[in-house]
């Protein structure tokens, strides 16, 4: 029986819940994801729980928040002047890519603004949270 080793790429459905239950994203409605293991392309956590599977198989399993997006960090939340950046019309929870002084991009999301002031978050959304997933590993390529 073939099993997932690192370096195999793999072929899966997902469906991420919350601990509360909310389903947060799926691939069950749409084409499955695939991805290398052991080469950064997802969570640690997910690749870790792929380890050992068989092609084939199903499973559901919790990743901590240290093995998912990390912990949630305050020192990327930061306050703007609305003069500096008088095109910015936010709503809140509005998605915007901002450019760092090193010329990379970075995703962050409105947070909070008033008259004055514009809160930002570059937290990931699930930074923080404990992710509980059911996956169905559909295909294992042997890359070796």
């Given at each position: 029986m073939v099993?997932?080793?690192n370096d195999d790429t793999v072929k899966i459905h997902y469906e991420l819940k919350l601990k509360d239950g909310t389903v947060y994203e799926s691939t069950l409605n749409q084409e499955p994801v695939k991805f290398r293991i052991g080469n950064n392309e997802t969570i640690i956590g997910l690749e870790q729980a792929l380890l050992g599977?068989?092609?084939?198989?199903?499973?559901t399993f919790k990743?901590?928040?240290?093995?998912?997006?990390?912990?949630?960090q305050r020192d990327l939340v930061v306050t703007i002047d609305r003069d500096d950046h008088p095109y910015l019309e936010p709503e809140i929870g509005q998605m915007l890519t901002m450019t760092n002084p090193d010329g990379t991009l970075t995703t962050v999301k409105v947070a909070d603004f008033s008259d004055s002031t514009v809160t930002l978050?570059?937290?990931?959304?699930l930074a923080g949270e404990d992710l509980i997933f059911d996956i169905q590993l559909l295909e294992i390529f042997k890359n070796k």
């Open positions: 099993k997932v080793e599977l068989n092609e084939g198989e199903s499973k990743v901590p928040f240290e093995k998912g997006f990390g912990s949630y978050d570059a937290n990931h959304p």
